[in-house]
């Protein structure tokens, strides 16, 4: 799979290309109905009421139309997250925050909470063995939002890049794993667990 960040810079914005955004969105909808594996380009071409060669001409394959489709809902999901970040006063709050937006993301997107459940093979291999450009992708989101913490005086770090990772690996462990006693449905758990592991390293500045 392609990494999914060159996706997010290469597939239109949504608004910029309808034809390209119907396809997609009917794509979804047969991937979350349907499954992957049972959806064919036909399929999707039947619910968005265009042709079979429309949808290759725009997409090329299935695999490129799937990836891309992920992409789209992983931009979303980020731009949603933006304004819940942006809403919080503390940085704790801030984190705090993130991490429950991703499980109610993942456990109400109606994709992907399919493949976690009924697809497994779609979606772990790119977050576990082959999660090196996953990884990647989060992690630099992450630190973009803690950089802008740091620039802000709100927080302090010599290795931004580090805390991002360890944050990443921790939501990602989080949405795989659903049952212990840090659950992304718990508040209280996931408050604890920043305190402890993530705000020690994102100590505000002391005058």
């Given at each position: 799979?392609?990494?999914?960040?060159?996706?997010?810079?290469?597939?239109?914005?949504v608004?910029?290309d309808a034809?390209?955004?119907?396809?997609?969105?009917?794509?979804l909808?047969e991937?979350?109905?349907?499954?992957i594996?049972?959806?064919?380009?036909?399929?999707?071409a039947?619910?968005?009421?265009?042709?079979?060669?429309?949808?290759?001409?725009?997409?090329?394959?299935?695999q490129?139309?799937?990836?891309i489709?992920?992409?789209?809902?992983?931009?979303?999901?980020?731009?949603?997250?933006?304004?819940l970040?942006?809403?919080?006063?503390?940085?704790?709050?801030?984190?705090?925050a993130?991490?429950?937006?991703?499980?109610?993301?993942?456990?109400?997107?109606?994709?992907?909470?399919?493949?976690?459940?009924?697809?497994?093979?779609?979606?772990?291999?790119?977050?576990?063995?082959?999660?090196?450009?996953?990884l990647?992708?989060?992690?630099?989101?992450?630190?973009?939002?803690?950089?802008?913490e740091?620039n802000?005086?709100?927080?302090?770090?010599?290795?931004?890049?580090?805390?991002?990772?360890?944050?990443?690996?921790?939501?990602?462990?989080?949405?795989l794993?659903?049952?212990g006693?840090?659950?992304?449905?718990?508040?209280?758990?996931?408050?604890?667990?920043?305190?402890?592991?993530?705000l020690?390293?994102?100590?505000?500045?002391?005058?």
């Amino acid at each position: 799979m392609v990494p999914i960040a060159e996706f997010l810079e290469m597939a239109p914005v949504v608004g910029e290309d309808a034809l390209f955004d119907r396809v997609a969105a009917a794509a979804l909808v047969e991937f979350a109905e349907h499954g992957i594996r049972r959806t064919s380009m036909e399929d999707v071409a039947r619910r968005a009421g265009v042709s079979r060669m429309t949808v290759f001409r725009r997409f090329a394959s299935k695999q490129r139309l799937v990836e891309i489709v992920i992409a789209r809902e992983v931009h979303r999901g980020m731009q949603e997250l933006d304004l819940l970040w942006e809403g919080a006063e503390t940085l704790e709050d801030r984190l705090v925050a993130g991490f429950e937006f991703a499980g109610r993301y993942v456990s109400g997107h109606p994709l992907f909470d399919r493949l976690l459940r009924s697809e497994p093979d779609v979606l772990l291999p790119p977050l576990t063995l082959d999660g090196g450009p996953v990884l990647e992708l989060y992690r630099s989101l992450i630190a973009q939002r803690l950089q802008a913490e740091v620039n802000a005086g709100r927080a302090a770090s010599t290795d931004i890049d580090g805390v991002a990772e360890v944050t990443a690996r921790l939501a990602i462990s989080l949405l795989l794993t659903r049952d212990g006693t840090i659950t992304l449905d718990d508040p209280n758990s996931v408050r604890r667990l920043v305190n402890l592991t993530l705000l020690p390293m994102l100590q505000p500045h002391s005058d």
